[in-house]
């Protein structure tokens, strides 16, 4: 995991105020002024999103729809602005103004839905994720190295005395090198780790600390060797898919939502993943495709993660590619070949939000955009691990996924506080994210872990007592009750 410290309070002004409550200040507007970018993104049938930047700060700016002043606002502290919910019908024409200075005329892009899935599974609408068109929010934790583990553990990576590996994990019962007892087998793997998420559930709760429902969990990390998950796929399916099917098994008895990260290659030697037309990049399609395919119907996956932080540490070999227009070829070109294998599941891709990202821009909607704006990526993600905690970082952001007008996953965040003397990580649970994220809406947030880190840990964290034992529950997921 890459550590992305956004120290986003150097990079705004004191002011919490929302972006709808910054009044112009006429001595400070540069009637010199220009605006220089206009992007306006269709958000309903009768709506859009007008954003875009300039080179005054606090200036007063309309929306003008067909000629017609529609809405009022001002730039921010970079001269960039923004607005929800215009309204708009299909063929009109969108310019702002500022002073003397107007944006091009632009086109309202054709409104195109987001589909719908079958009854059961998430579906996105708008900025949201949904389940039967009721608005849901996922609170999770992310898991790196269970799934491995269970791999080697069943003997199929070749580690000598595999069985030393049963049990092994990064959360429970206490992280980030955990094991629980009592494990010889897939079955009682997964059977006594989501029963540590039945144990959260009844002391958790409260806004700091919200109920556990998804779980973020590596099925491949190429670092550890490349092509490890799609050679066990190959070798040894049989086995391979008991991993699988057991893990989706006990997280639907525990009621939490899964969502697998099919890809991760932490290492700078080896960019051939980013290359499509290399034997890895054929590799990872075929396994992807292939877990897809036989996990299509089952409602407990939440949406895939086909990559996490693909921008992270690989800065001279997308600067070689094109930069932002490489990467984002290279993302929708990898969702182009198996999207088609998931006609029931959203996609997302964990962006690490990496700052030194060829031509990277500055903590901006732009920033969002940049790494987001992709066809076909259906949920919008950020890693986030940072000390800063003023609401208008969380107001401004919830603007920018509005405005983007897809889902947002905040698939990892922690607070990033090196302090030996609460972890070995250098970040922890961060309670104030948790709260302020899920009050404002978003739909979907990840601990990197439970470990307290000077602001507390999640909930009773760590836990090392008696488990409750699972409710009795039937779920017509395809996934058998287990024998024994």
């Known amino acids: 995991m890459a550590f992305i410290i956004l120290l986003l309070a150097v990079l705004l002004s004191a002011s919490s ?82 002073g003397l200075s107007c944006s091009d005329v632009v086109p309202v892009p054709t409104y195109v839905p987001q589909p719908i899935g079958p009854p059961g599974f998430i579906s ?27 791999m080697i553990a069943s003997g199929l990576w070749g580690y000598p005395d595999p069985n030393s590996y049963w049990g092994r994990n990064a959360l429970f019962p206490a992280g980030p090198d955990g094991r629980i007892p ?9 059977r006594e780790y989501f029963r540590y998420f039945l144990h959260y559930n009844q002391v958790a709760g409260d806004p700091d600390n919200p109920r556990t429902n998804v779980l973020r969990i590596w099925v491949a990390d190429d670092t550890w060797f490349p092509d490890g998950t799609y050679l066990t796929y190959k ?6 898919w008991n991993i699988f099917d057991r893990m989706a098994y006990w997280a639907d008895r525990a009621g939490v939502y899964l969502v697998p990260v099919l890809g991760h290659y932490a290492s700078d030697e ?32 939440a949406m895939w993660d086909l990559w996490n932080e693909p921008d992270i540490g690989h800065d001279a070999y997308w600067a070689s590619v ?3 227009d490489g990467f984002k070829a290279w993302v929708g070109g990898y969702i182009a070949d198996v999207k088609p294998h998931s006609s029931n599941h959203l996609v997302t891709m964990g962006i690490g939000g990496s700052t030194t990202f060829p031509g990277v821009p500055p903590w901006s909607w732009r920033y969002h955009f940049f790494y987001n704006d992709i066809p076909g990526l259906d949920v919008s993600n950020h890693h986030t691990y940072s000390t ?19 889902p947002h996953y905040e698939s990892e965040f922690g607070y990033n506080l090196w302090d030996p003397g609460n972890n070995s990580l250098g970040y922890g649970y961060w309670p104030w ?39 009795f529950t039937f779920k017509p997921y395809g996934l058998e009750e287990p024998m024994g």
């Not at 070798?235 to 391979?240: I, N, W």
């Open 17 to 98: 105020l929302a972006l709808a409550e910054i009044q112009p200040s006429p001595e400070a507007c540069d009637a010199a002024g220009v605006i220089t970018l206009i992007r306006v993104v269709r958000t309903g049938w009768q709506t859009a999103s007008v954003l875009g930047s300039s080179t005054s700060i606090n200036c007063g700016i309309d929306v003008r729809v067909d000629g017609i002043v529609v809405r009022t606002g001002s730039t921010i502290w970079n001269g960039d602005y923004w607005f929800l919910y215009v309204p708009v019908v299909s063929g009109s024409h969108v310019r702002t103004c500022m």
């Open 124 to 150: 996105a609408h708008e900025s949201n994720l949904t389940i039967k068109g009721t608005v849901v929010q996922l609170f999770g934790v992310n898991e790196q190295t269970a799934f491995i583990y269970a």
């Open 182 to 190: 009592g494990v010889s087998n897939v079955d009682s793997l997964w």
């Open 235 to 240: 070798t040894y399916p049989v086995a391979f």
């Open 270 to 301: 080896d960019h051939s993943f980013f290359d499509r037309q290399s034997t890895h990049y054929a590799h990872q399609v075929e396994l992807v495709s292939a877990i897809m395919d036989r996990y299509n119907w089952n409602a407990r996956i």
């Open 322 to 324: 094109g930069g932002i």
């Open 388 to 406: 800063a905690e003023d609401q208008y970082l969380i107001d401004f952001e919830t603007d920018w996924h509005q405005a983007l007008c897809k």
């Open 433 to 471: 994210y948790a709260n302020h994220t899920r009050t404002a809406g978003w739909p979907a947030i990840s601990t990197m872990v439970f470990l307290n880190n000077s602001k507390g840990p999640y909930a009773d964290y760590p836990y090392l007592g008696p488990l409750p034992p699972y409710p």
